[in-house]
């Protein structure tokens, strides 16, 4: 039903009869704001009929309160002073209409984040709840009746990042009979855990428990995997994305590619992998990330390779079987029509760099945790082997840093969750190779809240892990005397016993932290959701909507959320596809009727809202030279209300006049006259 | 460029070096500096462990005068003089610095200590409004606004085959206060400036450790075992010498090197000159206008080195070379150009 075919709903805004409820919150609200004087205040307002205070309006005893009245005194508009509309709108707008109102006929007034929350000043506070509920009542007695657009969901899904939480998210959604697109920048799925070789607090082998998920994934029916490709643009809304994806090329044909690596093994170009095998190990300039790679086809590191460098060599396509190696490949781009779209980018490591005083980079044997998660990697640079940087001489003392850029104000002042099990897991895996090795473990608390985490704990310290709660000041090579020659030097204070201690040893593993991807911000501008000031994707609900943004139809899942390890990305994984799959089970949607339409007659044809448009939802028909909503694309933003020079565009449910009206309410104490409004 | 200039105590008698080298330095560089007159002692490092209050007030009359000497004269069109930058101070000396940078700060912090010292500075009829002076460290002044390419510029004779570990000291690297410049766990400004004048820069990881500063003159045992962490560490790595910008630092280091020598029975013999001294000989000054020759540890037969063949430093294993065929040593972490030297 579009907005048109709504009869015209009242005589006159001076015969509403409002009603207004004013919520204590507990003492959320009340604590701050005399709710009964803001009550008895807005009794004595225009149109009001009755007002209220109540303890917790939310309750059903609370909405019963607002459907009795609205039967028993003719009620036609209702005010809510509570909360945010975040919180409890729908809940207010179902209490009318179980009494039989309309349910946009309904407005909240957000005295609590806006105000309670926000003061220690009851009298000021008081004020302005009272302006608020003034602005509420202007408005609400301007509203008109709306209904509710119903729109099909497309059943497709796209996930976008092939770690272990995309990789969940995927595989349950297509377990459940839906289709995914599984989109990875990466040359391989995979994500973090790929490199790892131990997981906590188990220790399985990370490759044996991922590699079937990633096989799976790569033989489902329902799944479509893109690697070496990234979402390049979104339109559209929940329910029917448009999605762009870029295709990089990756120089092999994989239709004709058997993934036998012949063009890896001949391939004469040995580089640095800075990517995978974060600096320690190498790769050749066509390799994949590692031997159980899915796909299994490499991909050309056109920087390193010879022939684009220099224009000859082509050894990888001499010796090819079956010809699948093509220099000329070029980017493709591919559009996708999706319902859903779930978020699961991952995180960065932190940059040890930035930490100078713990000398990596520059004192040879200081090692990043990464660095270390590859070498004790049967598959890494070292097969698995615990050894300096001379590759050969195996550490007789180890010393490993918790905290290094988490939990410290001049990096990032959050805790990074997993570092605390990892740096538990590399004093075991120490122990394990290299028997007689000492290991010191520099923390400040030992974060292990997790199934079997404690238990962990206490087995490594029974293997005779060495404990000292401090933060390091500094690793450094410059000895004091005889004994400390040759060695690394940890300096931390000792804050059990009180007292600064030196401890030498061989090789030093900073537990870097986790940090947001450096492009988060430029991925959540494309997806449309949100970013913290860290640069992590912001969820509806910290508590109870972890798994969805504040956009419809995006979801998040994983560390690009927040620092987690792998059970939690798990779980948020399967969080986010059960979301998914309820909404594509209703197979439509509802949506706000908040839309945007063009009184024709006003309309001079200018065009300027076509372009200011983000959803591409306003047409022009040249041949009238007027601009139309199309309706089912719009989504309410009312840029176009406001960019409209002849005031053509009407926002259903912020109409110029109720937007006016409110501010006007707002105002209501000002002197007259003082503002000018354009 | 425009600046005042508070050298300080130490400037007019045993850092009379780091004063004259200082002066022949920044008049090549076009940089002029016009002292602060009457100015006093800053405190030092030990007097706000005294008396908190005086020493502020001590402090607080060198900001007024600075201030008031150096604020922009009204000249036409009048510019507001909150719009103008502030006027700029200049001191040499690492403690000085500090000293006037946080007094400025506390008193900008707390109206109730400003009005205190204020009411000090009355019976001198002075006054000083917190934030109306810039002050800033020479090595700040030398990098970052002559910079290192006008330096690098004016370099006459470049101090090649002179090994040199940059000591910055603990009080230029304090974090927290107006004018830092560098970081403060492990600062690089000198080593590039060094690098720039052609010198060879040894690693010196105790480069922002503390000297003892005035620990020599109460309790000489502990100031001793401080000087002697640094003094083997430069050695460690070679150093032929020392190079500081703090005339406490250079005084402990160089003055009490004998005494070291004689507690622990070693033998360094490690010159220890000022940034400024350095860049003077590398701007071809000569080293009577530098003061070089008022060290009690004789640079002549280290800085003879200057110019001599360079050893072939053995180059680290950055991924850059090829891996020798048996080689089965780790890669060093991939370090920013700058940092490669």
């Known amino acids: 039903m579009s907005n048109d075919q709504i009869p015209p709903p009242h005589a006159s805004p001076d015969e509403e009869r409002v009603g207004v409820y004013v919520c204590h919150c507990g003492s959320n609200i009340a604590r701050t704001i005399a709710v009964e004087d803001v009550a008895l205040w807005s009794e004595q307002q225009e149109h009001v009929v009755v007002a209220r205070d109540y303890k917790f309006m939310c309750s059903s005893l609370g909405q019963e309160l607002i459907e009795q009245d609205i039967q028993a005194k003719g009620l036609s508009r209702i005010v809510v002073a509570a909360c945010s509309p975040h919180m409890h709108e729908r809940t207010f707008r179902g209490a009318c209409q179980r009494a039989g109102l309309n349910p946009y006929l309904f407005e909240m007034a957000n005295i609590r984040e806006l105000t309670s929350w926000a003061t220690d000043d009851r009298e000021a506070a008081t004020s302005k709840a009272k302006a608020q509920v003034k602005g509420a009542i202007e408005r609400a007695v301007l509203q008109e009746p709306l209904e509710p657009l119903f729109v099909d969901i497309n059943p497709n899904t796209l996930v976008v990042g092939g770690g272990i939480a995309g990789l969940t998210a995927a595989l349950e959604l297509a377990d459940s009979g839906y289709h995914v697109y599984l989109v ?97 190990g190498y790769h050749k300039a066509i390799d994949r990330n590692f031997p159980q790679a899915v796909p299994k086809y490499p991909v050309i590191d056109t920087t390193h390779c010879t022939y684009f460098q220099r224009g000859k060599c082509r050894a990888c396509q001499v010796v090819c079987p079956t010809n699948a190696i093509d220099f000329t490949q070029k980017e493709t781009f591919e559009q996708l029509e999706v319902g859903n779209i779930i978020l699961a980018t991952g995180y960065e490591q932190f940059d040890a760099r930035r930490v100078p005083q713990y000398g990596y980079g520059r004192l040879a044997n200081v090692f990043t945790s990464m660095e270390f998660e590859r070498m004790v990697n049967a598959a890494g640079p070292t097969s698995g082997q615990v050894v300096l940087r001379d590759g050969v001489t195996a550490p007789q003392s180890v010393g490993i840093i ?174 986010a596809a059960a979301r998914v799959s309820g909404l594509i089970g209703r197979r439509t949607i509802k949506l706000e009727p908040v839309r945007a339409s063009i009184e024709a007659a006003a309309c001079s044809g200018c065009r300027i809202c076509n372009n200011v448009c983000p959803y591409h939802a306003i047409v022009f028909h040249e041949e009238i030279k007027i601009s139309e909503v199309i309706t089912a694309l719009c989504q309410g933003c009312g840029a176009c209300v406001a960019a409209c020079p002849s005031a053509a565009i009407t926002g259903a449910h912020f109409t110029r006049e109720q937007v006016l009206s409110q501010i006007d309410g707002l105002l209501w104490d000002m002197q007259p006259g003082v503002l000018v409004l354009a | ?266 033998n360094f013999n490690l010159p220890v000159l000022f940034f400024t001294q350095l860049m003077g000989l590398a701007f071809g000054l000569a080293p009577e206008r530098l003061g070089i020759g008022k060290e009690f540890v004789a640079s002549r037969p280290a800085l003879a080195k200057i110019g001599t063949s360079v050893e072939v430093e053995q180059e680290r294993a950055v991924g850059k070379r090829a891996k020798q065929r048996n080689d089965q040593s780790l890669p060093m972490p991939y370090m920013p150009e700058e940092e490669e030297r």
């Open chain 1, 402 to 575: 918790h905290c290094v850029g988490s939990r410290d104000k001049n990096y990032n002042e959050y805790c990074s969750r997993a570092c605390c099990m990892a740096a538990l897991k590399f004093a075991h895996l120490v122990h394990e190779r290299v028997p007689d090795a000492e290991v010191y473990n520099f923390y400040i608390d030992i974060r292990a809240a997790g199934k079997h985490y404690e238990e962990f704990y206490h087995r490594v310290l029974e293997e005779g892990t060495h404990f000292i709660r401090g933060r390091v000041a500094e690793v450094t090579d410059a000895a004091r005397g005889p004994g400390e020659e040759g060695s690394l030097i940890i300096q931390a204070e000792d804050t059990l016993i009180g007292k600064q201690r030196r401890i030498p040893v061989d090789m030093v593993i900073l537990m870097v932290g986790m940090e947001a991807r450096h492009d988060s911000r430029n991925v959540a501008s494309t997806f449309g959701l949100g970013c913290d000031f860290e640069g992590w994707f912001t969820e509806r609900h910290a508590k109870l909507d972890p798994v969805v943004t504040m956009t419809e139809g995006i979801l998040i899942a994983g560390a690009c959320q927040g620092p987690k390890a792998i059970p939690e990305s798990v779980a948020q994984g399967s969080a």
């Open chain 1, 184 to 280: 990875d920048r990466d040359s391989s799925i995979g994500g973090q855990m790929a490199k790892l070789d131990k997981t906590f607090p188990t220790l399985d082998c990370a490759a044996c428990i991922l590699t079937p998920k990633m096989v799976d994934a790569a033989n489902h029916p329902n799944i479509t995997l893109m690697t070496w490709s990234e979402v390049v643009a979104v339109d559209g809304f929940v329910g029917n994305f448009s999605v762009q994806v870029r295709h990089k090329p990756r120089y092999v044909i994989e239709d004709l590619c058997t993934g036998c690596g012949t063009c890896i093994e001949k391939c004469p170009s040995r580089v640095l992998d800075q990517h995978f095998e974060v600096g320690l």
């Open chain 2, 1 to 266: 460029m425009q600046y005042g200039y508070y050298p300080g105590c130490s400037l007019e008698r045993n850092a009379g070096a780091y004063h004259e080298s200082t002066m022949a330095v920044a008049g090549v560089l076009g940089l002029q500096f016009t002292e602060v007159d009457d100015w006093n002692c800053c405190g030092a490092t030990e007097f706000f462990s005294v008396n908190q209050m005086q020493a502020y007030a001590l402090t607080g009359r060198n900001l007024a005068l600075a201030a008031d000497q150096f604020a922009p004269k009204p000249a036409l069109p009048v510019i507001p003089v909150e719009v103008a930058e502030p006027p700029q101070l200049v001191a040499p000396c690492s403690a000085c610095y500090l000293n006037l940078s946080k007094v400025d700060r506390y008193l900008a912090s707390s109206p109730e200590l400003a009005a205190k010292v204020n009411t000090a500075l009355d019976a001198g009829g002075l006054h000083y409004d917190p934030g109306s002076l810039r002050v800033r460290h020479l090595l700040d002044v030398m990098v970052n606004d002559a910079g290192y390419d006008a330096i690098a510029a004016r370099v006459q004779r470049a101090l090649t085959g002179l090994r040199v570990a940059p000591y910055y000291g603990c009080l230029v690297v304090r974090p927290g206060f107006q004018g830092q410049f560098d970081d403060p766990e492990y600062p690089t400004t000198l080593d590039k400036l060094m690098r720039v004048l052609g010198a060879k820069v040894v690693d010196f990881p105790l480069k922002a450790h503390c000297c003892g500063g005035h620990m020599t003159q109460i309790s000489e045992e502990v100031a001793l075992e401080l000087l002697r962490r640094l003094l083997k560490n430069a050695a460690d790595y070679q150093a032929d010498v020392i190079v500081t910008l703090c005339p406490m630092c250079q005084l402990n280091l160089d003055v009490f090197q004998r005494a070291v020598n004689r507690r622990f029975g070693t």
